[in-house]
């Protein structure tokens, strides 16, 4: 516990201090450009390049090899795997034009292809150069144990870079993905931005290989954007509470993983953002579990309170047994099946409402007012009390001339 | 030559071909229904399933595992659906919570418990390990015909066999269910077909699938096999028996070229050690793929034909 | 999602429909005394609004019936729900006087085009052929019995020189065709189609409407949901306004009036309509 708090408080070394830091930084660009990519609905187009990533790095570690390299630079891995990421871009995106198979038939293809192909790369390095084991496996899940300061150098400035980078084009991308057409209008270059917004979930992607891995990093970008939708309708504070989303993710995680032996660092970051969302999806007070599950519950409720009620009004039968239910619990209808006197009134006042509607749908030209009659909306809601009173004399009118 | 290649290489090269094509016959049903990922979610699912199966169990018998892994799966697509509705977050984000939160559940589960007795890590559990399915007891092909060495055989060879009867079983006898409710759900409802339980059927065949085929291949791979034979033969037909016959002939050419390229190729081209056959196995099934989107006769979307 | 779970448990409880989805009879004449199709206190909702809301309406046997309202009035979600092919929140529904599962051998339904993929690798007899499901044993193949019952169905709706071709080559008329021909090939006394007519050419309202008014000829039922009301006059014996509720129902000289196209589509909506209508008259 205390090693957490010590992490938590970046005391646990230099390295580790830098590598909670990168971190927190990458999750907070993962989750602000992954708001991007989740309104765009590009979730696990992003996954396809993570997994592609996988040959680039490994080729990337032969080519600096054979140039006589020690071929673990981590410049080096990290424009491999982004060209190889880029080309797996590309490959979804052609598959989904030129071919009758459907985007996720392309993503499947390419990140299980590319992925298999780095594999039989990565055994080849295994048995290429045993004593000179690069470590690419730490690319898999991330390690960050055996970082040297130099990487943790590289991916904290690389972190601030991108974090920089969604700043500067925060306005544009919201602007696209609220509504490209608008967006259009207003000079902005809808194709470039949508550009812009993978070219800075693939910077997420290859600066956080190390730390997270290629098998995970996708999650640093979907799961804080999901989180943040339980919380807003608006996307610039999506974009906000995601970041902050991810950012707090990547710095527990980071420094949980610090603190306890044989603690994946990617893993446990996920699974940190995980219980955010988690919460989120239960508890949160307009779109969450609960709350839906509630208002479904009274929304049921309401339809078969209305629907008795009418029925009771015309003297017909009742036979659904939640309706009978939902009158009793209410005190509108006895035990036995007779109305009350509450009941009663309120059934007489459904009637006159359902009157009262017929002639204000005749009346009436608005059709987001007529648009309301639905059975449930009470008719206070849409007009004013002139204009029922307006329609009462009619009603007395019609009725009165029928007599 | 004969015995050598009975002992190490018949073995493994039958299971990637039973498991490739287990997974190409429920793929192709995967891929008309716009499911082509939830494959790929499931086989992410499989390593926490796996993991917890034994956990509970505390052994190392195929058997718990699978149905610890066949459980994680519906768990899996459970979640997503419950995601997707009840927060009204889109398919692909949903399938990306659930698989990355679940595959990371089973990797620091795996970190923190004692698995060192047993064949697990996550390596295996990514990309599998076909090269370790050796048959010692064969002495040549007539092993075949020998029970006590047939029964000495990598016990994931008869587990894929039984996997793959049930897998074609069931997409045969439902063949006409299938067909119509993957072409037009409402009205497969209308005729009386349960097709919302015909399709959560086909999630549990999948998963059965991708649980046998996770043992040998590796959850990454399995992808592969659910995807790219389906999606290659769709390229080739417009007749969904047809289809259907092209995956498994692609399967099983890529399960048979990709294990002997991966095994052999290195070798021919002077290298002392062979590389992953599931990696090998996933590339072959790419390539062919690649061949059919290059010059598939039906790779185009057909547009409306005008009447002269 | 729990109500789908359950939905699905119910659908396939123990996979008995297997047993009960074959060989169920034609309900034959005695059955058509019953009403093909009455509805009484039926509500659905997506979400937290009502799709409609308590609508009781009973079709009446060998008639050409439109249901007309306007767009998102929830036309084909009363199809559906009657189908039980979506969950209702309350109500009845009853088809030839029976439960809808064990009426579905005599009714035949008719989505709309655009629900598919026509992407599907199928050929149009392969798809007419869908429509003899019923009459087939589990591990039965379509064969060459199915394929000439099919053949028929494709003659009547003039497609017959179409039946080997990939239905994605179709154009949106002849797809509409397509999916009437394997509604034929269900031979029931219940038709219910959602928008037949959208979208198709003069030609294919033609055909279409010349098999729906065979069927009625043939004292089978036939229910359309319709979009243009200028037609409603020449096509439908009876018409059912809906706009989340039933706004009337019955004999359509009685009941398409310029009261109900104001009570159905509000009031300026109606004018509009009402002013096509009457210039189409002219």
């Known amino acids: 516990?205390?090693?957490?708090?010590?992490?938590?408080?970046?005391?646990?070394?230099?390295?580790?201090?830098?590598?909670?830091?990168?971190?927190?930084?990458?999750?907070?660009?993962?989750?602000?450009?992954?708001?991007?990519?989740?309104?765009?609905?590009?979730?696990?187009?992003?996954?396809?390049?993570?997994?592609?990533?996988?040959?680039?790095?490994?080729?990337?570690?032969?080519?600096?090899?054979?140039?006589?390299?020690?071929?673990?630079?981590?410049?080096?891995?990290?424009?491999?795997?982004?060209?190889?990421?880029?080309?797996?871009?590309?490959?979804?995106?052609?598959?989904?034009?030129?071919?009758?198979?459907?985007?996720?038939?392309?993503?499947?293809?390419?990140?299980?292809?590319?992925?298999?192909?780095?594999?039989?790369?990565?055994?080849?390095?295994?048995?290429?150069?045993?004593?000179?084991?690069?470590?690419?496996?730490?690319?898999?899940?991330?390690?960050?144990?055996?970082?040297?300061?130099?990487?943790?150098?590289?991916?904290?400035?690389?972190?601030?870079?991108?974090?920089?980078?969604?700043?500067?084009?925060?306005?544009?991308?919201?602007?696209?993905?609220?509504?490209?057409?608008?967006?259009?209008?207003?000079?902005?270059?809808?194709?470039?931005?949508?550009?812009?917004?993978?070219?800075?979930?693939?910077?997420?992607?290859?600066?956080?290989?190390?730390?997270?891995?290629?098998?995970?990093?996708?999650?640093?970008?979907?799961?804080?954007?999901?989180?943040?939708?339980?919380?807003?309708?608006?996307?610039?504070?999506?974009?906000?509470?995601?970041?902050?989303?991810?950012?707090?993710?990547?710095?527990?995680?980071?420094?949980?993983?610090?603190?306890?032996?044989?603690?994946?660092?990617?893993?446990?970051?996920?699974?940190?953002?995980?219980?955010?969302?988690?919460?989120?999806?239960?508890?949160?007070?307009?779109?969450?579990?609960?709350?839906?599950?509630?208002?479904?519950?009274?929304?049921?409720?309401?339809?078969?309170?209305?629907?008795?009620?009418?029925?009771?009004?015309?003297?017909?039968?009742?036979?659904?047994?939640?309706?009978?239910?939902?009158?009793?619990?209410?005190?509108?209808?006895?035990?036995?099946?007779?109305?009350t006197a509450k009941g009663l009134e309120a059934a007489d006042k459904a009637l006159r409402d359902e009157a009262r509607w017929e002639i204000a749908r005749q009346t009436h030209d608005e059709e987001a007012a007529v648009g309301r009659y639905d059975g449930l909306t009470p008719i206070e809601d849409v007009f004013t009390v002139d204009e029922i009173a307006m329609i009462d004399r009619r009603l007395r009118e019609r009725t009165g001339g029928a007599h | 030559m004969g015995t050598e290649f009975v002992q190490l290489s018949l073995m493994p090269m039958l299971i990637g071909v039973l498991a490739a094509v287990a997974c190409a016959l429920p793929g192709n049903f995967l891929l008309l229904r716009r499911q082509a990922l939830i494959g790929d979610a499931i086989s992410h699912v499989v390593l926490p399933g796996i993991v917890v199966g034994f956990l509970v169990t505390g052994s190392i018998t195929a058997w718990p595992m699978m149905i610890g892994a066949a459980f994680a799966a519906v768990l899996s697509v459970v979640l997503i659906e419950a995601i997707k509705r009840l927060g009204r977050i889109e398919a692909g984000a949903a399938m990306g919570v659930v698989f990355t939160s679940m595959f990371a559940g089973g990797v620091v589960l795996l970190e923190q418990s004692d698995t060192s007795s047993v064949h697990l890590d996550v390596e295996h559990a990514l990309y599998g390990n076909m090269e370790s399915l050796i048959w010692l007891a064969a002495d040549g092909w007539g092993s075949l015909i020998d029970w006590a060495a047939l029964r000495e055989m990598p016990s994931q060879a008869p587990r894929l066999a039984v996997v793959l009867v049930l897998v074609a079983a069931f997409v045969f006898t439902f063949w006409k269910e299938l067909k119509i409710s993957t072409f037009d759900e409402g009205y497969a409802l209308s005729l009386g077909i349960p097709a919302l339980a015909l399709g959560f059927a086909l999630v549990v065949v999948t998963a059965i699938a991708a649980v046998a085929a996770f043992d040998a291949v590796g959850s990454i791979i399995v992808i592969a096999m659910f995807i790219c034979p389906p999606a290659a033969a769709r390229l080739m037909t417009d007749d969904l028996w047809v289809q259907v016959a092209w995956s498994v002939g692609f399967a099983v050419l890529s399960a048979v070229l990709g294990y002997l390229l991966a095994g052999y190729g290195p070798l021919l081209a002077g290298f002392d050690h062979a590389v992953s056959a599931a990696g090998g196995i996933a590339t072959v099934s790419g390539l062919i793929l690649a061949a059919a989107c290059l010059v598939g006769p039906k790779r185009k979307r057909v547009g409306v034909v005008r009447e002269g | 999602m729990i109500q789908a779970g359950v939905r699905a448990l119910r659908r396939g409880a123990g996979l008995l429909w297997l047993a009960r989805a074959r060989s169920q009879p034609s309900t034959g004449a005695g059955a058509l005394d019953a009403c093909p199709l009455a509805i009484s206190g039926l509500s659905v909702s997506y979400g937290e609004k009502p799709a409609i809301f308590s609508v009781d309406v009973e079709f009446p046997s060998g008639s050409l019936i439109a249901i007309v309202g306007p767009n998102g009035a929830g036309k084909s979600t009363l199809l559906k729900a009657a189908l039980g092919i979506i969950p209702k929140l309350s109500g009845r529904v009853e088809v030839f006087g029976k439960s809808i599962d064990d009426a579905r051998g005599n009714v035949a339904y008719v989505p709309q085009r655009a629900s598919v993929d026509w992407d599907f690798p199928a050929r149009v007899i392969d798809v007419v052929m869908m429509g003899l499901y019923r009459t087939m044993a589990l591990f039965a193949l379509f064969g060459s019995a199915e394929r000439q019952r099919a053949m028929a169905c494709l003659e009547r709706v003039g497609m017959a020189d179409f039946a080997d071709r990939q239905i994605g080559q179709l154009s949106g008329g002849q797809q509409q065709r397509v999916f009437l021909a394997r509604a034929l090939a269900q031979d029931a006394d219940l038709y219910l189609l959602d928008e037949p007519l959208a979208g198709v050419d003069a030609a294919t309202e033609r055909a279409i409407m010349d098999v729906l008014k065979g069927l009625r000829e043939e004292g089978r039922t036939v229910v359309c949901v319709h979009h243009d009301l200028a037609t409603v006059r020449d096509y439908f014996d009876q018409i059912v306004f809906v706009n989340v509720r039933k706004i009337a129902s019955g004999p359509v000289e009685d009941v398409f009036t310029d009261e109900n196209l104001q009570k159905t589509y509000g009031g300026r909506l109606a004018a509009t309509h009402i002013d096509k209508l009457r210039v189409a008259a002219e």
């Open chain 1, 1 to 339: 516990m205390s090693q957490f708090v010590e992490a938590l408080l970046l005391q646990s070394g230099y390295n580790a201090a830098l590598v909670t830091i990168g971190a927190a930084l990458l999750g907070l660009v993962a989750g602000g450009a992954g708001t991007f990519i989740f309104l765009r609905k590009r979730a696990l187009v992003s996954d396809a390049a993570a997994h592609a990533t996988l040959p680039g790095v490994c080729l990337a570690f032969m080519a600096m090899v054979a140039f006589g390299g020690d071929g673990r630079s981590l410049t080096g891995l990290i424009v491999g795997a982004t060209l190889s990421a880029g080309l797996g871009l590309y490959l979804v995106e052609w598959i989904a034009r030129s071919t009758r198979l459907p985007e996720d038939a392309a993503i499947g293809a390419v990140l299980s292809v590319f992925f298999g192909f780095g594999i039989v790369l990565l055994t080849f390095i295994q048995t290429m150069t045993a004593g000179r084991q690069a470590g690419l496996e730490g690319f898999l899940l991330g390690s960050t144990a055996g970082m040297l300061f130099g990487e943790a150098v590289t991916i904290a400035v690389a972190g601030c870079a991108a974090a920089l980078a969604l700043f500067v084009m925060i306005r544009p991308m919201t602007l696209v993905s609220f509504d490209p057409e608008f967006a259009a209008t207003t000079g902005i270059d809808v194709r470039l931005t949508d550009l812009a917004m993978m070219a800075l979930a693939l910077v997420v992607t290859v600066v956080g290989l190390k730390i997270v891995g290629l098998v995970l990093i996708v999650a640093l970008l979907i799961i804080p954007p999901a989180t943040a939708r339980f919380w807003t309708e608006r996307v610039d504070h999506l974009v906000l509470i995601a970041g902050a989303a991810g950012g707090c993710a990547g710095y527990v995680g980071a420094a949980l993983s610090a603190a306890i032996a044989q603690m994946p660092t990617g893993p446990i970051i996920v699974l940190t953002s995980f219980a955010l969302f988690a919460l989120s999806l239960l508890f949160a007070p307009s779109r969450g579990v609960a709350a839906s599950l509630y208002r479904h519950r009274s929304f049921e409720i309401r339809v078969h309170r209305r629907q008795g009620l009418l029925a009771m009004a015309r003297g017909e039968a009742i036979y659904d047994h939640f309706t009978l239910r939902v009158l009793r619990r209410a005190g509108l209808m006895r035990a036995d099946g007779v109305a």
